[in-house]
Each structure stands twice: as structure tokens, then as C-alpha cells.
């Protein structure tokens, strides 16, 4: 077994295990990054050579998420403080990590409702609905 003062000082010179580091701290800052609705559909599994892996839980929200990459890798440039940290984000189809339940459920705003466990199609659907009833259509 070694020992952490012969390979600590390694790791600190190894500027990829550094970048890694920084990016795992950013990639916890994933609901600011994308905002809460697609935070909660999405999580970033892992960072490797400047691309974030991201697991999404259905296709229509890997899509989504497509549309807004550019956006993505600058709100991740910003929290991180280092705009080249991260090059390119990847989105698949994964199952999300189980995240505990809140320790208390804020209302549901009575504009929104609970969106939270709904489909993009139904939450595009209310959407339409609302701007119809307001003659916006």
C-alpha cells in the first residue's frame, strides 16, 4: 500500500486530475446551469477531457438540452470560472440517480402548476391551452 504523501504530490502536478476537480464542482451547480425544470430530468454523470456526459431521462429532453448546448457550456464557463474548462457536453438517455425528497414541498405556483412530474408534450399542451383561453392564439 502506498502512502498519501508519495502520491499526493503527484496528483497535484497532474493537470487533468486539477481540470477534473474544477469540473466536478461546476457540474454540482447543475440546476443553476440549466434551471431547475431541466435540472430535474437531467444529471451530469461525468467529466472527461473537457466534455460533460449527461444523463437525461427521455429523448424530448435530450433535445431540449441539444437547443441550448451553446448556453450550457457558457453558464458552465461561468460558474466554474474558467470559460475553457469545458468544450462540448453530451446528452443520452439514461436513468437519472435517485435524489432525495425535498424536506419541504413549496406550493405550486398557480400559473405553472406541478410540471415537475410531467411530460414535455403535457406541459406544452397546458401551455397552449392558457395562451388560447388568453386569445393569444
Do not use: C
Not at 8 to 36: S, T
Not at 96 to 113: C, H, I, K, T, V
Request: without cysteine; aromatic residues 6%.
Amino acid at each position: 500500500m502506498r502512502k498519501v504523501k508519495e502520491v499526493l504530490p503527484k496528483a497535484l502536478n497532474n493537470d487533468e486530475l486539477l481540470r477534473a476537480g474544477r469540473a466536478q464542482a461546476a457540474m454540482r451547480r447543475w440546476p443553476e446551469v440549466v434551471g431547475q425544470m431541466l435540472a430535474e430530468r437531467s444529471h451530469p454523470d461525468r467529466y472527461e477531457r473537457g466534455t460533460v456526459w449527461v444523463a437525461v431521462q427521455g429523448s424530448a429532453w435530450a433535445q431540449e438540452l441539444r437547443m441550448i448546448k451553446d448556453k450550457i457550456l457558457s453558464r458552465l464557463g461561468d460558474v466554474s470560472g474558467e470559460p475553457g474548462l469545458f468544450r462540448d457536453v453530451r446528452f443520452g438517455v439514461r436513468p437519472l440517480p435517485e435524489r432525495p425528497a425535498p424536506a419541504s414541498a413549496a406550493p405550486a405556483d398557480s400559473d405553472q402548476g406541478d410540471v415537475r412530474s410531467m411530460s414535455i408534450r403535457e406541459i406544452a399542451e397546458r401551455r397552449l391551452a392558457r395562451w388560447k383561453d388568453e386569445g393569444r392564439d
